[in-house]
């Protein structure tokens, strides 16, 4: 769930998570909130919190991520306003294997500021509004068993497995699923 407001206001997550089986070894998972700064260039991608959550064995997980809004001086004025993307990340022992997709929408919170824009962004007028209910989550292979000395090797990350975000991902093919 995300919060929407006014630009310069904290953003807060809450998230949940459930290990159905262990698959390699108890450790953390690093999570990552990064705000996309322009669709272009990469190099305005912001990294509004990273944090550590774990070690992680079976069971059901939650947890509160708060992160302090993008630095708007960090951002070219043309890209401000309009659709950008919020990412939720999560790695395992390095390696990146979820990446959840947040369509935000910047734009001023007063139709005459939206109809006839001024030449410079008034930050302070700028609403964000995340489409919290419709993300995009991409699933990555990764080789759940590093310790093994690199003999097994994730399969290619040519086809992410992605969804609209409202269904369960198929697991990972380094992942046996349970008999019932």
């Known amino acids: 769930?995300?919060?929407n407001g006014y630009?310069?206001?904290m953003k807060i997550h809450k998230i949940g998570l459930k290990c159905r089986k262990m698959v390699g070894p108890i450790a953390d998972l690093e999570w990552k909130l990064i705000y996309v700064g322009s669709a272009e260039d990469e190099t305005y991608d912001q990294l509004l919190e990273s944090v550590l959550v774990g070690p992680v064995n079976v069971g059901n997980y939650?947890?509160?991520?708060?992160a302090d809004p993008p630095d708007p001086s960090r951002i070219r004025e043309e890209?401000?306003?309009g659709v950008t993307v919020l990412l939720?990340?999560?790695s395992y022992l390095g390696q990146e294997f979820v990446?959840?997709?947040y369509y935000v929408n910047n734009d001023y919170d007063?139709?005459?500021l939206r109809e006839e824009p001024p030449p410079k962004v008034l930050i302070e007028k700028v609403q964000r509004n995340i489409l919290?209910?419709?993300p995009r989550v991409t699933k990555f292979p990764i080789n759940f068993h590093p310790e093994s000395g690199g003999n097994e090797e994730p399969p290619p990350a040519d086809n992410p497995v992605e969804n609209d975000g409202n269904e369960e991902l198929p697991a990972s093919p380094n992942q046996k699923e349970e008999e019932p």
């Open 62 to 66: 939650r947890f509160v991520l708060q």
């Open 1 to 3: 769930m995300c919060f």
């Open 79 to 81: 890209d401000i306003i």
């Open 110 to 112: 007063d139709e005459q």
């Open 88 to 90: 939720l990340t999560c």
């Open 99 to 101: 990446r959840v997709g």
């Open 7 to 9: 630009f310069r206001k």
């Open 132 to 134: 919290s209910d419709k």
